[in-house]
């Protein structure tokens, strides 16, 4: 079972950047999609962006298409999360998420069977 930890939030002014990275242990990183999700304050966790086993399909909810970009590097066992262009209404926790069922990443939480302790994300206005 792969183990996963993120990193890499913090506080940012709207506009701004950050990169989430998630790391994970063991030797089958390439068997699973990897997905990242959010989840606010009194919100529902929802869907962010998801990418393949190979990296060569990816996902992403429409309101952060055109400003996030997943990505993972096999050689690191890490998949990434580039956020531009942030805005206060993406404040939340972020978690990223393993799921080694699909070869298509899912945009659906329970699809995904390992999650991480998630990493808080803050876009001040």
């Known amino acids: 079972q792969v183990q996963l930890v993120e990193s890499g939030g913090g506080l940012v002014q709207a506009g701004g950047s950050l990169s989430l990275s998630c790391a994970a242990s063991g030797r089958t990183f390439s068997s699973y999609a990897m997905g990242w999700f959010r989840q606010a304050p009194d919100k529902e966790r929802e869907f962010v962006s998801a990418i393949s086993r190979s990296g060569g399909s990816t996902r992403y909810a429409d309101s952060v298409k055109g400003r996030f970009t997943i990505s993972r590097d096999y050689a690191k066992n890490t998949v990434y999360l580039q956020m531009n262009n942030l805005k206060p209404e993406d404040t939340a926790v972020y978690y990223c998420?393993?799921?080694?069922?699909?070869?298509?990443?899912?945009?659906?939480?329970?699809?995904?069977?390992?999650w991480g302790q998630g990493t808080q994300v803050t876009v001040s206005s």
């Open positions: 998420a393993a799921d080694q069922s699909r070869y298509i990443p899912s945009s659906k939480a329970f699809d995904y069977g390992t």
